[in-house]
T-cell receptor
Framework: DVKVTQSSRYLVKRTGEKVFLECVQD?????MFWYRQDPGLGLRLIYF???????EKGDIPEGYSVSREKKERFSLILESASTNQTSMYLC?????????????FGPGTRLLVL | GENVEQHPSTLSVQEGDSAVIKCTYS??????FPWYKQELGKRPQLIID?????GEKKDQRIAVTLNKTAKHFSLHITETQPEDSAVYFC???????????FGRGTSLIVHP
């Protein structure tokens, strides 16, 4: 059973702080993703990674960066948090092996920036 | 890039009724169409998917239909139950990209 975990369920930060959100998957998946979920806007892709040290911008990368130093771990970094980054952040992983394109999501981190 | 539109944004039904959620996509190269269910406070989970070489797929009370010509696909839930209440997301992706574009979600409410 695929397990995707995120470092925090809830996080409160101040404007201007540097914020790290971490995601770990235990299924040796090559692909990892960071999404932002806001009411009425669905799931919007921030960044994704096909492999270690690889990263690609998604639809809304501004204000974010990522790091993937190990295959199982994908970190989302807010260099200087702003109030408009208050949101639910979801990590996901998938594997190109076989024909499955299923995304496995983490439980989410609800971030509040004051 | 791909654009996926999903309707309705909210759907309220009585227990036992059927529910239909519709999505349209813009990129004719898209060939994989998953549906995810997100219960309140939980993570999205895949409930059913369909590929472009198939017109319909069924799994117990849920089914998905695909019309490639019109570029739309739909989720059908029959005999709805209160536990079907959730937000449902459709998505579309091109084969090999593994990067889905999601619709904005439909909040389904099933009244007992």
């Amino acid at each position: 059973d695929v397990k995707v975990t995120q470092s925090s369920r809830y996080l409160v930060k101040r404007t201007g702080e540097k914020v790290f959100l971490e995601c770990v998957q235990d299924m040796d998946h090559e692909n990892m993703f960071w999404y932002r979920q806001d009411p009425g806007l669905g799931l919007r892709l921030i960044y994704f990674s096909y492999d270690v040290k690889m990263k690609e911008k998604g639809d809304i990368p501004e204000g974010y960066s990522v790091s993937r130093e190990k295959k199982e771990r994908f970190s989302l970094i807010l260099e200087s948090a702003s109030t408009n980054q208050t949101s639910m952040y979801l990590c996901a992983s998938s594997s190109p092996a076989g024909s499955s394109e299923t995304q496995y999501f983490g439980p989410g981190t609800r971030l509040l920036v004051l | 890039g791909e654009n996926v539109e999903q309707h309705p944004s909210t759907l309220s039904v009585q227990e036992g009724d059927s529910a239909v959620i519709k999505c349209t996509y813009s990129d004719s190269a898209s060939n994989y169409f998953p549906w995810y269910k997100q219960e309140l406070g939980k993570r999205p989970q895949l409930i059913i998917d369909i590929r472009s070489n198939v017109g319909e797929k069924k799994d117990q009370r849920i089914a998905v239909t695909l019309n490639k010509t019109a570029k739309h696909f739909s989720l059908h839930i029959t005999e709805t139950q209160p536990e079907d209440s959730a937000v449902y997301f459709c998505a579309a992706s091109k084969g090999g990209s593994y990067i889905p574009t999601f619709g904005r979600g439909t909040s389904l409410i099933v009244h007992p």
